[in-house]
């Protein structure tokens, strides 16, 4: 019994009890400790559930979840609840309330109907209704990032809209500028045309969408072929492509009939059209995205669950909420979950790198950072070329092959060679010679060219062309290389928006919106440049820089019995008479009072001259101005002469201006305009005793309507607005119309033309004429760069001056000045002068006169008294000699007696008794008389 078995082998049961004694004292001190444990401790169950779309799946989802648990603390665990997914959206809802929601589940990862395209709708719906978040792992449609709808709902994938950003990149990199948009008319279509949009906003013109094609899902093959006929309208060969399978086969099949997929091609398109049906119908060429890890479905189960874990620990950790369980039926009386949205938030905000790649969230739940494969179809067959997003945006070398099976850079697009222009008629710009002619005619000029009249109907729909426009059309051509066909516009208007049937929808109608609506590669026309056309289409470089002006009509003053009064001002010919009537009275005076003058002067005959009187002075002054000749009746003073001759000058001057100014007036009469210009009291302050307008649907017009300060103008307008410039100008000439207002180019070309018409004003509204193409089209650089250089060159100056600028009126500056006072003020003041030095000379000519009579007086006295002393002594000594002879005689004689005295002897001996004077006596005494003149005494009666 040693070995506790009796004799029999059978082991002994008092051994037996002992050890079952045992084992149960062990287990129950077990039970006691484990018990004891979960009394201070209690662990936190935490339910998630799987909708998945394989039931192979299922494995790996446990698997996650152990090592997931594996990592959170003890106090709380994960637990699965795994489900495949129903294709019928019903049950599919009813096994989330019955399966899911009645576990408590936290959160729901879903997947995909197996074999369906149906998305998890229902799940999103049902769970979202109690606040209980859904993680997706391979929905992208745009649906799931509306939050009014899917409120909790948030995915590891981006929504095919993310794919706009790696276009944007792909064509910033091959510097594409101009796109086509081929997008689907459902929600996921619009969502990826606007998020380009969005990203064409931002990029400052870099990039433009030169044309947007939208198709209906599910469409035949022949409306996927119309749809893309309307490219043949744009030059961009650029497309963007978003379709499923299906639509993306059809698009492809109608791309290669239209021959769209040329070397000149590029195509980019998503997801879908490499896919199934659409792969086998891809041209070689096609360039297209893959989400990388897009199709891993246990990766993306992987990186959910770490999402749950890693806003279970934050949200559990912050101790901000005191959260609650989940709700446990569907029932009505069953309430959201109340920590539904703070979990919802927690999850948005976790951002780890994952199995995936980098893991974030943007505020709609969709994932922001996801890796896409560049992909190349290449003769049916995807070949990966590249990925994104690039290192530090540099994009890597991708070895591409293009559409046409090229490696060489496709340019983006294709321009026609022969173009279809549309113009209008407009002098000097386009003339048009209204004569029908056929096709297959010629015009009679050279630089004429065949212009279609779109509404003329017969053999004959062309007429002959020509004009600035229509050169520079030419020299356009051979500079870029292209024919083309020129057009008139059928409405004969410039492009203007105007309502649809009283609708608040626009349309654009003449040259611009033929250009809009693909009947015009081109515009070439005097087409103002402004911001409402260059919305909607695309201008060149201006050809032409030019303002708006007013055209009016001469006003004709007419011919009246006074015109030959018009040279001088009324003012002057006042001036001038008075001057000839104060001249002729300052001469009479001059002459009269200069001892010089005519009065009392003797003739060589001894005979006294004519004194000028006052009329010989008044015919003198008029026959000097009329530049008559004088016969007699001229100032003899040197005074008076000075005066005669300044007035002389005046004359000569006066009758010069008048001649030269009546010759102006006589033969380049032009009337005054009746406004000065825009600021014209009679156009700001309408009435209809003076009518304006100016062309109906025009740029002008647009100009008017724009401006409030103008807006009385428009207004008054309206009413009078012609069709065309060359109708207004007709009514201007025929009186119906008074101004109009216009292109500075084309009147300056009318007045210039004829003289009856003539602009006003400065200029006013300053813009420029350009070369109008089709938005995004790359027509308009190469037109701009050629303009550019026709502007450098000298030939635009060479167009101007052949078809604008001549002089057959001479419109600026020729009207001749009237003469007024301020223009002759510097010949009356000469002869002001001349009478001035009149007077001072003949206070001269009296004092030299007084002076000259007073010398010759002394002199004549001077002479009279020395010829009576030499008298005198003449006869003393004849006296003497008398008495020495009768002396010598007597005692000769020798008589002793005296004669008797004779009367002769008395007389001598009287005279020898007195005095002879002296000459300084007879100099000291005409001195006397010099300082007190005796009147009229004769020399003699002085000397006594």
Not at 209 to 236: A, F, Q, R, W
Not at 318 to 337: A, F, L, Q, R
Not at 699 to 723: A, D, G, I, P, T
């Amino acid at each position: 019994m040693a070995d506790g078995k009796d004799k029999t082998g059978l082991i002994h049961p008092s051994i037996t009890n002992r050890k079952s004694t045992t084992k149960i004292v062990s287990m129950c001190i077990f039970l006691v400790v484990v018990f004891q444990t979960t009394q201070g401790f209690e662990k936190e169950i935490i339910n998630i559930g799987a909708m998945l779309s394989s039931p192979e799946y299922e494995s790996a989802f446990y698997e996650i979840i152990d090592k997931i648990n594996e990592e959170m603390p003890a106090k709380r665990q994960l637990n699965g609840t795994f489900l495949v997914m129903n294709a019928n959206p019903i049950q599919l809802a009813l096994s989330v309330c019955l399966d899911l929601v009645s576990q408590q589940v936290y959160a729901v990862i879903a997947s995909h109907p197996p074999d369906s395209d149906l998305s998890p709708v229902s799940i999103s719906y049902t769970c979202g209704f109690y606040r209980i978040p859904v993680i997706g792992i391979s929905c992208r449609e745009s649906i799931f990032s509306d939050k009014n709808i899917h409120m909790s709902f948030l995915r590891t994938v981006p929504p095919y809209s993310h794919q706009a950003k790696v276009w944007f990149d792909v064509l910033r990199h091959y510097k594409w500028e101009r796109i086509i948009t081929i997008t689907s008319s459902d929600q996921d279509g619009r969502a990826v045309l606007s998020a380009f949009k969005q990203i064409e906003e931002k990029s400052d013109g870099d990039i433009k969408i030169e044309d947007s094609l939208v198709y209906k899902p599910g469409g035949d093959k022949n409306s996927m072929l119309e749809l893309l006929k309307k490219t043949k309208l744009v030059h961009s060969r650029v497309f963007l492509l978003y379709a499923n399978e299906d639509d993306a086969a059809d698009i492809y099949r109608a791309a290669k009939k239209l021959n769209l997929t040329g070397n000149c091609s590029a195509w980019l398109v998503t997801e879908q059209a490499i896919k199934g049906k659409a792969l086998q119908e891809a041209p070689t060429g096609i360039v297209g995205l893959h989400l990388a890890n897009g199709t891993n479905e246990v990766a993306h189960i992987q990186d959910s669950v770490h999402i749950i874990y890693k806003a279970l620990t934050e949200m559990y950790d912050s101790k901000k909420h005191n959260v609650t369980k989940p709700p446990s039926s569907c029932k009505g009386t069953e309430k959201y979950w109340a920590n539904g949205p703070q979990f919802y938030s927690y999850l948005l905000g976790v951002a780890f790198d994952g199995a995936t790649g980098s893991v974030a969230f943007d505020r709609n739940g969709d994932r922001m950072s996801a890796e896409y494969n560049i992909v190349n179809i290449v003769d049916g067959e995807p070949v990966v070329v590249g990925s994104w997003p690039w290192p530090k945006d540099k994009a890597p070398k991708m070895n591409i092959t293009w559409p046409g099976g090229g490696r060489t850079l496709p340019p983006g697009y294709e321009l026609s060679k022969t173009l279809e222009v549309v113009t209008i008629e407009s002098p000097p710009f386009v003339f048009i010679d209204k004569v029908h002619v056929a096709a297959n005619d010629t015009c009679k000029e050279p630089n004429q060219i065949l212009c279609r009249d779109p509404n003329a109907t017969g053999s004959e729909p062309y007429y002959c062309c020509k004009g600035f426009c229509i050169d520079l059309l030419n020299k356009l051509a051979g500079s870029l290389n292209f024919s083309y066909h020129v057009h008139l516009v059928h409405d004969e208007q410039y492009g203007n928006q105007e309502r649809v049937n009283g609708t608040n929808e626009k349309r654009w109608n003449g040259m611009v919106g033929e250009l809009i609506n693909g009947k015009a590669d081109l515009i070439v026309a005097p087409l103002t440049i402004n911001n409402e056309r260059a919305n909607f289409i695309d201008f060149s470089k201006p050809f032409k820089y030019q303002g708006l002006t007013i055209l009016v009509r001469k006003e004709d003053s007419g011919s009246s019995l006074t015109s030959f009064l018009q040279p001088f001002e009324s003012a002057l010919w006042l001036l001038v008479g008075l001057s000839v009537h104060v001249v002729a009275l300052i001469l009479y005076l001059l002459d009269r009072f200069s001892p010089f003058g005519r009065f009392k002067l003797a003739n060589e005959s001894g005979e006294e001259e004519d004194a000028l009187n006052l009329s010989s002075a008044m015919w003198f002054s008029w026959g000097v101005l009329f530049n008559s000749g004088i016969g007699e009746g001229t100032p003899r003073s040197f005074s008076a002469r000075v005066l005669g001759m300044v007035w002389a000058g005046f004359a000569m001057i006066m009758v010069a201006s008048y001649t030269a100014n009546l010759a102006a007036f006589l033969v380049l009469d032009r009337p005054e305009a009746s406004i000065t210009g825009i600021n014209d009291p009679r156009l700001r302050n309408p009435s209809d005793d003076f009518s304006y307008a100016t062309v109906k649907g025009s740029s002008v017009e647009q100009y008017f309507r724009r401006q409030v300060e103008l807006s009385s103008m428009y207004m008054f307008m309206q009413k009078k607005n012609k069709k065309n410039a060359e109708e207004a100008i007709k009514a201007l000439r025929n009186g119906s119309l008074d101004a109009f207002i216009w292109d500075s180019a084309v009147l300056d070309y009318e007045a210039a033309r004829d003289c009856s018409l003539v602009t006003v004003g400065e200029l006013f509204s300053r813009s420029g004429f350009g070369i109008g193409a089709k938005k995004g089209s790359p027509l308009a650089q190469k037109i701009s760069l050629s303009i550019l250089h026709f502007h450098e060159s000298g030939t635009m100056e060479d167009l101007d001056n052949q078809w604008i600028t001549f002089q057959h009126c001479n419109v600026k500056d020729n009207q001749p000045a009237t003469l007024g006072l301020k223009n002759m003020a510097g010949v009356f003041i000469l002869v002001a002068g001349g009478i001035f030095a009149g007077v001072f000379l003949v206070y001269i000519e009296i004092f030299y006169k007084r002076h000259q009579d007073m010398k010759e007086k002394q002199i004549k006295l001077a002479k009279a008294a020395a010829e009576k002393w030499r008298g005198n002594v003449e006869k003393r000594r004849t006296l003497r000699q008398l008495q020495k002879k009768s002396d010598a005689k007597e005692r000769k004689n020798g008589k002793a007696e005296s004669p008797p005295q004779s009367s002769h002897s008395l007389n001598g001996t009287e005279l020898e008794s007195q005095p002879v004077p002296s000459l300084l006596t007879l100099h000291t005494r005409i001195k006397g008389m010099r300082r007190n003149p005796v009147g009229k005494m004769t020399v003699e009666e002085n000397m006594v």
